[in-house]
């Protein structure tokens, strides 16, 4: 089991960047695939970007392509989310989530364990 705790949400205004951290308890960090996710009000969570084991392969949603990038460093069992060139559109509260399979997964319901998410707000 693993637990997920994240951090670095907040406000920042259109056009700047955040960094979002995902740390992960345990020993075990390095054999979890894992996904970042957000959910606006009234939507349905929504797959951001997903890396691998190993941090080679990654993975992105068109919506945030080349303005999110997702990395990782398994030695300080964290996960994090860059995300520049933020718009008013990506305001949600933003979630880590690990999955013991090697694909990176676009279906929250394939990830076994989340945190409780970060808000992250984008004003006009």
């Known amino acids: 089991q693993v637990q997920l705790v994240e951090s670095g949400g907040g406000l920042v205004q259109a056009g700047g960047s955040l960094r979002l951290s995902c740390a992960a308890s345990?020993?075990?960090?390095?054999?979890?695939?894992m996904g970042w996710f957000r959910q606006a009000p009234g939507k349905e969570r929504e797959f951001l970007a997903g890396?691998?084991?190993?941090?080679?392969?990654?993975g992105y949603a068109d919506s945030v392509k080349g303005r999110f990038t997702i990395f990782r460093d398994n030695a300080k069992n964290t996960v994090y989310l860059q995300m520049n060139s933020l718009k008013p559109e990506d305001t949600a509260v933003y979630y880590c989530?690990?999955?013991?399979?090697?694909?990176?997964?676009?279906?929250?319901?394939?990830?076994?364990?989340w945190g409780q998410g970060t808000q992250v707000t984008v004003s006009s």
């Open positions: 345990g020993h075990t960090f390095s054999t979890y695939t």
């Open positions: 989530a690990a999955t013991p399979g090697s694909m990176i997964l676009r279906t929250p319901r394939r990830y076994d364990y």
């Open positions: 890396i691998n084991k190993s941090g080679i392969s990654t």
